[in-house]
């Protein structure tokens, strides 16, 4: 069991900006742009658990708590290159804004950079960005809203709390934290998606 958004996007725009996606991810294969996808999302050490096995009489259990919350602002492409920027604070736009900077500082071709309609990514701050992106060669792919499935690096936040995150790692805030790092920084080596 996992949770979902209980909206669906408009039909038409969820077509044409699939469509839309398609054209940018065959242009990302031939190799004319650079295509990525950006998210936030937040681990904390209340945990996703879809299942779980044990024995016979055994009874595991998990214990319930207020947690931290460690905020994670990702950009991703589908080879799986993965930039975090990690956070005990709230990420607003000017966080995304500055991760955008950061990430690319230099651009050798036209940049796709694939993002939700959160209101950090639509906000005025990100607004007053554009042309001085589009002018870096920067241009960024706004999704219809309720359709996280069109963001690959969703994907990648699903598998990471509900598969990689080993139940070991709930043991306190300091093993979490040092878990979730871990597979942060080895995505791509030792945690991998086939996004083709």
């Not at 408009?10 to 990302?28: H, R």
């Not at 500055?98 to 309609?117: E, N, S």
Request: proline share 5%; charged share 25%.
């Amino acid at each position: 069991m996992r949770k979902g958004v209980d909206q669906k996007p408009p039909a038409q725009e969820y077509q044409d900006k699939k469509a839309q996606l398609e054209e940018l991810k065959q242009l990302d294969d031939e190799g004319k742009i650079d295509l990525y996808y950006l998210d936030e999302t937040g681990f904390c050490m209340i945990p996703c658990v879809p299942y779980g096995w044990q024995d016979i009489g055994e009874y595991l259990t998990i214990p319930s708590r207020r947690s931290q919350r460690m905020n994670v602002l990702g950009i991703m492409n589908r080879n799986n290159h993965l930039e975090t920027y990690i956070s005990s604070q709230s990420i607003n736009s000017d966080v995304v804004i500055a991760c955008i900077d950061a990430f690319l500082p230099a651009v050798h071709k036209p940049t796709v950079i694939v993002t939700d309609q959160a209101s950090i990514h639509t906000s005025d701050a990100i607004v007053d960005k554009l042309e001085e992106w589009k002018q870096r060669n920067i241009t960024l792919f706004e999704l219809p809203s309720y359709s996280p499935e069109l963001n690959l690096i969703e994907i990648k936040w699903l598998f990471i709390k509900y598969e990689w995150i080993e139940i070991c790692a709930y043991k306190s805030w300091g093993t979490f934290v040092t878990s979730v790092e871990k597979i942060l920084k080895e995505f791509g080596e030792n945690y991998v998606i086939n996004f083709v």
